[in-house]
């Protein structure tokens, strides 16, 4: 699968981030899900984006074949973007998101809630694994790291500044907390290497070959947003995950399976989850918190959102 500027060979998962770790991606994705938004002009509106950036970010998803265009002959649109079997994939990477900002964020109380349609249930749903069925947390799960993915996870490439991108006007399409945990590729392996335990500056550092002045800095800004904490321990610092930073999980564990899923070919694959209790790699699934089933896409319901503007 293309990526556009290249400048170095990139690992899928390094792909994921730059393509998924962006706040006017998600706003674009989630008005797909939750309003069925198909046009450029419609997302204009919703999003306040300048149309420039809209355009960039839209290649962007059909290039990577998230979403497609359909010619239109009629209206002020030339195209509808319609979302591809990968694209409506995204959903379980979306509502992991969402969940996690109603939960953790001040801002959360804007993303929509999840229904699940079969039992009337509402609320934040848990994670399973499909092999055994069983909920799993990151104390169940290991992450397997190999260097060569590593490297490439890291490697040099398209790169953009998520941080200070005043991309998207509406408070409830900013995706601001979350953006610090997987807007860029660094702190998004740094919380991902520390859902795997890590805790020292000096494993990080091992582990992910990052310069001392980029680990402190984002080891930095983690803490100051309290995903991780500080903690002085005998011989030296420590950097522990608060329970904010842990209910980041589910996020990792969907975009590293929706990684696999968008390129089925590529070697190696990159980091990925073992599930502990039944020694698989994890195959991870949303489960109703009401009936414990499985939920799919088309038995979920996005509850509209409070406002609209
Ligand atoms: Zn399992
Ligand atoms: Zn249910």
Redesign the pocket.
């Known amino acids: 699968m293309a990526v556009t500027g290249a400048a170095a060979p990139q690992g899928p998962v390094a792909q994921t981030i730059d393509l998924l770790g962006d706040r006017l991606t998600l706003a674009i994705l989630r008005e797909a899900f939750v309003d069925h938004v198909r046009r450029f002009s419609q997302w204009i509106d919703r999003t306040g984006a300048p149309p420039a950036m809209l355009t960039a970010r839209l290649n962007a998803l059909v290039e990577a074949g998230v979403l497609e265009r359909q010619p239109q002959h009629s209206g002020h649109d030339r195209y509808d973007y319609l979302m591809t079997e990968l694209g409506i994939a995204t959903w379980e990477i979306l509502a992991s998101i969402w969940t996690w900002q109603r939960e953790w964020s001040p801002e959360g109380r804007l993303q929509p809630e999840l229904i699940h349609v079969d039992c009337g249930h509402r609320g934040p749903p848990a994670l399973m ?1 499909l ?4 909920v ?1 947390g990151p104390r169940d799960a290991h992450l397997e790291l190999d260097r060569e993915s590593l490297a490439l996870a890291t490697g040099s490439g398209r790169r953009r500044s998520t941080r200070n991108s005043p991309s998207v006007s509406r408070a409830d399409l900013q995706f601001t907390e979350v953006m610090e945990a997987i807007g860029d590729r660094w702190s998004a392996l740094v919380t991902g290497v520390a859902l795997t335990g890590v805790r020292r500056f000096g494993e990080f550092q091992a582990i992910l070959k990052i310069s001392p002045t980029t680990l402190t800095e984002r080891l930095g800004r983690l803490s100051e947003m309290q995903i991780l904490t500080r903690s002085e321990h005998g011989n030296g610092r420590e950097y522990v995950l608060t329970p904010r930073g842990r209910a980041l999980f589910p996020i990792f564990a969907f975009l590293l399976s929706w990684t696999q899923v968008a390129h089925p070919d590529a070697l190696p694959l990159g980091p990925q989850i073992r ?1 502990r ?2 020694d ?1 790699w ?1 195959l991870p699934a949303l489960r109703c918190r009401g009936c414990d089933a499985r939920l799919e896409r088309t038995s979920v319901h996005f509850e509209p959102l409070p406002f609209r503007t």
Do not use: E, I
Not at 131 to 134: E, L, T
């Open positions: 694994c092999h055994c069925g069983a799993v599930h209790a039944c698989s994890l």
